[in-house]
T-cell receptor, first 109, second 113 residues
Framework: GQNIDQPTEMTATEGAIVQINCTYQ??????LFWYQQHAGEAPTFLSY??LDGLEEKGRFSSFLSRSKGYSYLLLKELQMKDSASYLC??????????WGAGTKLIIKP | IAGITQAPTSQILAAGRRMTLRCTQD?????MYWYRQDLGLGLRLIHY???????GKGEVPDGYSVSRANTDDFPLTLASAVPSQTSVYFC????????????FGPGTRLTVL
């Protein structure tokens, strides 16, 4: 079957760095997405990886290892506004997204 | 309008009633999707449409139907609502089904009593 695993909740301190891990199993693979979702709002796109390696975009970076079925999202210089849920999603061979349940990130001052 | 809109924002519905959730995008995206989001679960695909005139079933299609008469609109209908359909419903669109990014509407919070 198809499955996405990510931690339910993480806590970090303002100004610090946090890494949110995601492992996936899908029928075929066409890329790994990360989305941010603030409470009560819609998900918004953060990153897309289809090749192995690290993609950096400002304070956020995303890594993919296709052979390990593994990705992580790295958030640097954490700000209070980064408190949100982070959703990992893998695109399968039918170009449909399989979503994880999300990681709720709590930032403490 | 800019982007993707949904209506209503929220709705309380009696079981057995028919309900249509509306979704409109003005980005001329070919692909559109309906998801439901429940606490502790990931977004689950209900139905999708890769282009106007075509639709497909997602992971949890039972009890729901969709139509795609034109590029902009993708309504979701619950023919006879049941309490298990209480959820937050998100509509999304992307340029193509293979396109990288899906854009989401603000969501409809539906409660079925």
């Amino acid at each position: 079957g198809q499955n996405i695993d990510q931690p339910t909740e993480m806590t970090a301190t303002e100004g610090a760095i946090v890494q949110i891990n995601c492992t996936y199993q899908t029928s075929g693979f066409n890329g790994l997405f990360w989305y941010q979702q603030h409470a009560g709002e819609a998900p918004t796109f953060l990153s897309y990886n289809v090749l192995d390696g690290l993609e950096e975009k400002g304070r956020f970076s995303s890594f993919l290892s296709r052979s390990k079925g593994y990705s992580y999202l790295l958030l640097k210089e954490l700000q209070m506004k980064d408190s949100a849920s982070y959703l990992c999603a893998a695109m399968d061979s039918n170009y449909q997204l399989i979503w994880g349940a999300g990681t709720k990130l709590i930032i403490k001052p | 309008i800019a982007g993707i809109t949904q209506a209503p924002t929220s709705q309380i519905l009696a079981a057995g009633r028919r309900m249509t959730l509306r979704c409109t995008q003005d980005m001329r995206h070919n692909a559109m999707y309906w998801y439901r989001q429940d606490l502790g679960l990931g977004l689950r695909l209900i139905h999708y449409s890769n282009t106007a005139g075509t639709t497909g079933k997602g992971e949890v299609p039972d009890g729901y139907s969709v139509s795609r008469a034109n590029t902009d609109d993708f309504p979701l209908t619950l023919a006879s609502a049941v309490p298990s359909q209480t959820s937050v419903y998100f509509c999304a669109s992307s340029g193509t089904s293979e396109n990288n990014e899906q854009f989401f509407g603000p969501g409809t919070r539906l409660t079925v009593l």
